[in-house]
């Protein structure tokens, strides 16, 4: 039988009710009432009307889609790699549309045909779907910083999958060309497929590079410097939910070496996991209009340029954040003391413990409110 952790988001029922009550007459209007729940990146903008349109015109979807998704959807993901990642070689053969990507993180060791005595490392303070993933395969998953961490590897102490985050969730870490590479190279050398998840690298809030208009790049797993002209037993995932307002879609795909695509290809066609046509549809408008992903990556850095200030004169440190939809932070005291003392004010936030024991006295802070709820949560904070 498969032993699974409880679903963290349960213990914040106490924390949500007390939130939930907030009231203070001394702040007017919206901000003196009621909870601003920073708690989930769930989106909260509106889906882009280019993306709209295309689920409208594809209403009629009386066949089956196809698993492997339509060409022209594989070849618009690859062509979104080389003009946004800086990726020009994703072959579109080794492209497959997911049904959301959290499916994919989860299922990913077991459709690999891991189980028993395999092994599935991940980072210390992470997404909880990696373990999750590993304990649904019946492998054994490990939290590393580091692949010295990993200690002297043998046959059963190798894992078969490493997943990389980055930019990571919670944490907002970006790991950069030389750390990719090397990870990559170790990989290689012990047969170790890598499994990036890059959700967030739109959501890049390093400075601009010299010259540049565009903002910061989250460097990809398969980005050229790091592979070695090579996807060979790498795959990298993502997701158009929070770029594109489509967390309601499920809308994602999973790209790099076309043999384990191949493999991840015969399985879903076998088990029915196929993307809506609809939602292909809206997905193909979405890789090719980039107006509105900039749209909306200003409306997060507002939220971000509003919140952070706030954050810190409340008496948080707010580390690492360097990309994606939250702030990382602390106050050198156990995170869930600190979700009692924003909740307090009507705040509800996620405990660093939720992403494992490394991060329990962090808390996670979502940028994922309307600037409504943003601007009341500043004005709380700001109350003495």
């Given at each position: ?166 930019p990571g969730n919670p944490t907002g870490k970006v790991l950069g060309v030389e750390h990719l590479a090397k990870v990559v190279a ?31 790049t989250t460097p990809s797993i398969l980005d050229p410097r790091v592979t070695g002209g090579s996807h060979e037993g790498l795959l990298c995932v993502y997701s158009l939910s929070k770029q594109s ?140």
């Amino acid at each position: 039988m498969i032993t699974l952790p409880d679903f963290p988001w349960d213990s914040l029922v106490p924390a949500r009710e007390r939130a939930s009550a907030f009231s203070d007459p001394s702040l007017d209007g919206p901000a003196g009432k009621g909870i601003v729940d920073l708690s989930v990146g769930t989106p909260v903008d509106p889906t882009p009307e280019v993306v709209r349109e295309a689920l409208t015109a594809a209403s009629d979807a009386h066949g089956y889609p196809q698993t492997w998704g339509t060409a022209d959807l594989r070849e618009a993901v690859a062509s979104w790699f080389a003009r946004r990642r800086g990726v020009p070689d994703v072959d579109p053969s080794g492209v497959l549309p997911t049904i959301g990507s959290k499916e994919l993180v989860a299922w990913l060791p077991t459709i690999l045909g891991l189980g028993t005595g395999d092994v599935v490392a991940f980072p210390r303070v992470a997404y909880p779907t990696y373990d999750v993933g590993a304990r649904l395969a019946g492998a054994t998953s490990v939290a590393v910083d580091a692949l010295t961490a990993l200690g002297p590897l043998t046959t059963a102490t190798t894992p078969k999958v490493l997943w990389l985050n980055t930019p990571g969730n919670p944490t907002g870490k970006v790991l950069g060309v030389e750390h990719l590479a090397k990870v990559v190279a170790w990989a290689r050398d012990h047969g170790v497929v890598v499994a990036s998840d890059e959700c967030y690298a739109e959501l890049d809030w390093r400075p601009r590079p010299a010259g540049s208009l565009e903002p910061g790049t989250t460097p990809s797993i398969l980005d050229p410097r790091v592979t070695g002209g090579s996807h060979e037993g790498l795959l990298c995932v993502y997701s158009l939910s929070k770029q594109s307002n489509l967390a309601g879609y499920r809308a994602a795909f999973v790209a790099g070496d076309p043999s384990l695509v191949g493999t991840l290809l015969e399985v879903r066609k076998h088990a029915g996991m196929m993307m809506p046509w609809p939602v292909q549809r809206a997905m193909l408008a979405a890789l090719g209009d980039d107006a509105h992903v900039t749209e909306q990556r200003s409306r997060y850095a507002a939220r971000r340029q509003a919140l952070r200030p706030a954050v810190e004169q409340f008496g948080l440190t707010v580390e690492d954040s360097e990309a994606g939809l939250y702030l990382w932070a602390t106050a050198g005291e156990d995170g869930r003391a600190t979700l009692e003392r924003l909740a307090a004010r009507g705040i509800l936030v996620a405990p660093g413990d939720f992403y494992g024991a490394a991060g329990r006295r962090h808390v996670r802070i979502a940028l994922t409110a309307t600037d409504e709820r943003i601007d009341a949560a500043v004005r709380r904070l700001a109350r003495t």
